[in-house]
């Protein structure tokens, strides 16, 4: 016995919006003969892609092309890649849409105009209160004498030669006359005597009013004494050298 069948076709959408044509064959049972429908369902046929089909090959392109950045950047040496990375860091921008180079020159240009202004104002402003002296308001004389013995190898001299005596004159001025802490109060040498080798000199300074603490510092005698010295010990060997230890002075 055979029964008559009546196929009905159904067309399905499927989600990743291609349009199929899917056909389900469904069985209806003619003269109630089947209690069950039968249902064959074929697979779904497109001309495209399916969904996952493209993602899995967008993710091959993807892998494809990030690996093939890696393995530019690997192939670069070290020292490319960290000049990339500082570049890459110099150009982010970090306040106000400036850039971090822009900033870091901003700092810089302040902070030397900080330092240019402050020696400015240090140079210019600032005044050296010791430095403001009247000289004619040194009145209180204070006076030194002694005695040296000149190098008889640079002493070629007549001992009554006026002129050695005036050249001795000379050379112990420029000492005093050239110390920053005795030219301001310094104001005479004299040579008294000159036998043979032998001289002795007078000396002569001048204090304001208020010289206690001048007496017992800057003119006392071991500064004084100690200028002179310092003087003969770097002298170079010439004419009317004096010899540095036969150098003796005192107050008076």
Same mark, same amino acid.
């Given at each position: 016995?055979?029964? @008559?069948?009546? /196929?009905?076709?159904?067309?399905?959408? *499927?989600?990743?919006?291609?349009? *199929?044509?899917?056909?389900?064959?469904?069985?209806?049972?003619?003269?109630?003969?089947?209690?069950?429908?039968?249902?064959?369902?074929?697979?779904?046929?497109?001309?495209?892609?399916?969904?996952?089909?493209?993602?899995?090959?967008?993710?091959?392109?993807?892998?494809?092309?990030?690996?093939?950045?890696?393995?530019?950047?690997?192939?670069?040496?070290?020292?490319?890649? !960290?000049?990339?990375?500082?570049?890459?860091?110099?150009? &982010?921008?970090?306040?106000?849409?400036?850039?971090?180079?822009?900033?870091?020159?901003?700092?810089?240009? @302040?902070?030397?105009?900080?330092?240019?202004?402050?020696?400015?104002?240090?140079?210019?402003?600032?005044?050296?209160?010791?430095?403001?002296?009247?000289?004619? *308001? +040194?009145?209180?004389?204070? +006076?030194?004498?002694?005695?040296?013995?000149?190098?008889?190898?640079? +002493?070629?001299?007549?001992?009554?030669? !006026?002129?050695?005596?005036?050249?001795? &004159?000379?050379? #112990?001025?420029?000492?005093?006359?050239? *110390?920053?802490?005795?030219?301001?109060? +310094?104001?005479?040498?004299?040579?008294?005597?000159?036998?043979?080798?032998? @001289?002795?000199?007078?000396?002569?300074?001048?204090?304001? #009013?208020?010289?206690? !603490?001048?007496?017992?510092?800057?003119?006392?005698?071991?500064?004084?004494?100690?200028? #002179?010295?310092?003087?003969?010990?770097?002298?170079?060997?010439?004419?009317?050298?004096?010899?540095?230890?036969? /150098?003796?002075?005192?107050?008076?």
């Amino acid at each position: 016995m055979s029964d @008559a069948l009546e /196929l009905k076709h159904i067309q399905v959408v *499927s989600d990743n919006n291609n349009v *199929s044509n899917d056909q389900t064959i469904e069985v209806i049972p003619g003269n109630g003969a089947c209690s069950d429908h039968v249902k064959l369902e074929r697979n779904e046929v497109s001309p495209l892609l399916s969904a996952p089909q493209v993602a899995e090959n967008n993710g091959e392109q993807h892998l494809h092309v990030d690996g093939g950045g890696d393995t530019d950047s690997l192939s670069q040496p070290k020292w490319q890649r !960290e000049l990339r990375r500082v570049k890459r860091e110099l150009n &982010e921008v970090v306040v106000w849409k400036l850039k971090l180079w822009t900033v870091l020159l901003i700092i810089f240009i @302040a902070i030397a105009l900080v330092i240019g202004i402050s020696l400015t104002v240090c140079a210019v402003g600032h005044d050296d209160e010791d430095e403001k002296y009247d000289k004619s *308001s +040194f009145v209180v004389a204070r +006076f030194f004498r002694g005695n040296f013995t000149l190098d008889v190898n640079s +002493f070629t001299s007549n001992s009554q030669d !006026e002129e050695t005596i005036k050249e001795l &004159e000379q050379k #112990l001025t420029d000492v005093y006359s050239s *110390s920053p802490a005795l030219e301001r109060y +310094f104001s005479l040498v004299t040579i008294n005597n000159l036998q043979d080798t032998a @001289a002795q000199f007078n000396l002569q300074f001048m204090m304001p #009013l208020e010289h206690e !603490e001048l007496i017992q510092n800057t003119l006392s005698l071991k500064m004084v004494k100690s200028v #002179l010295l310092q003087h003969l010990y770097d002298q170079d060997t010439g004419p009317f050298s004096i010899i540095p230890t036969s /150098l003796h002075m005192e107050v008076g």
